[in-house]
């Protein structure tokens, strides 16, 4: 028997011989569709950042009536373009921090990196960069160094220097470096909530911990909020959830809720004061597409709909739902855990259930979920998502739990019923 052909398309995060993919082809609100017609339940806002739901023509229109003024035109030196300038006048106003400043760039992953370089050259002859385990903050080499799951940092080769991991929510662990590196320290790098290293929302305190020990030895405060932010937890930026000021923000996804791609870092008064201190002083980094016109147009229109239609407090809303739908499913132990904040969830399994079984059992009943590892699935839908769409989600989960019981494909445990 032939084996299936390898398709051209060598996909991230995925096995290179894999044959079997799933074309999706269209989408409307909190759904999307396969090229079969079937419809599933995007319980991932694609990949954490549909916030606004998908075929919003709103931002199809902005994004095409700029590129028939201005296709692109880049940002570097002394050249700047009209959706830039209003994108980075917007987010400078919902900062989480007073007097910031906008450093745009293509995603996430060069936001990382490029919160990394401008951290380092903030706090000259400081190094040392303390990230944290768990954690995921992208592929680029510096993202990768930063990220705290081995898997993703295995094979390929030397990473960035001079990065140091420590436990999340471990204040102890971060005190004892500081005590030991703190002139050497010139930043923290903290999801407020761990996203695809596993859903973890932060121990009560922690954050502000983190912002105590960078004040008390001149350190900086890095958020990486490419999926907390824009309303996710219920508020513009994880930074206001929990009650803390970082000095550097970076972002991606929701700002154009994935209609083009777009990232940056929010650069806050302590950065600028570094930077602008020094007149002679170049800031040799940067991206072809950063302030790329057509994404910030993108942009400015996901963040109108976002505003207009109060979607930051609807996470509330589909959190506090979704929150309470899993929590029964581990109540009634069908699952080991559930955890998240806002409207990011997810659960924990029990050993012997598999997080992939469970997403493609899933799959079969119109849900799409994220497995993370094994042992957890996550879902963190379209903030526009009905309510019944949400408990779909809860119902979807705990049968696809019960269908692989009963089938025996896998060794599930089910601890009770309801």
Known sequence: MTAPAVPALLHPFA????????????????????????????AMAS????????????????????????????????????????LAELLAGLAPMPGARVFLTSG??????????????????????????????????GATTLTGLPPNRAGVGPLVGDVVQVGKDDLEATAALFAEHGERIAAVVAEPVVGAGGVH???????????????????????????????RLG????????????????????????????????????VRAALEGDPELVLRTGHT???HPAACAAGLAA???TEREGLVERATVVGDRLGAGLDALAADGLV????????????????????????????????????????TVAFCPPLVIDLADVDRCVEVLAGAIARLVTSGGRDVPVMGGR
């Open 15 to 42: 096995r290179p011989a894999r044959t079997d993919y799933l074309r999706i082809v269209r989408g409307s609100g909190a759904h999307v569709w396969d090229d079969a017609g079937r419809r599933y339940v995007d």
């Open 47 to 86: 990949l954490w950042y549909c916030n606004v739901g998908h075929g919003r023509t709103e931002i199809a229109d902005a994004v095409a009536g700029q590129l028939r003024t201005l296709d692109a035109f880049h940002l570097f030196e002394r050249f700047t373009n009209p959706p830039a300038e209003a």
């Open 108 to 141: 996430g992953s060069e936001a990382v990196d490029s919160a990394l370089k401008l951290a380092r050259l903030a706090r000259p002859g400081r190094t040392l960069v303390v990230s944290r385990t768990p954690s995921y903050h992208g592929v680029t080499y």
């Open 201 to 231: 929302p932060p121990a009560p305190g922690y954050l502000t911990g983190l912002r105590e020990l960078c004040d008390r030895h001149g350190a900086l405060l890095v958020l990486d909020e490419v999926i907390c932010g824009f309303g």
């Open 235 to 270: 508020t513009w930026w994880g930074a206001q959830r929990y009650g803390v000021t970082p000095d550097l923000v970076t972002f991606a996804k929701a700002v154009t809720s994935g209609y083009q791609p777009l990232g940056g870092v929010l650069v806050g008064a302590r």
């Open 289 to 291: 597409y950063s302030g």
């Open 303 to 305: 963040l109108a709909i």
């Open 336 to 375: 080991a855990e559930a955890r998240g904040d806002g409207a990011v969830r997810a659960v924990g399994l029990h050993p012997g259930q598999d997080a992939v079984a469970l997403r493609d059992a899933m799959l079969a009943d119109g849900v799409i979920a994220r497995p993370i590892g094994t042992s």
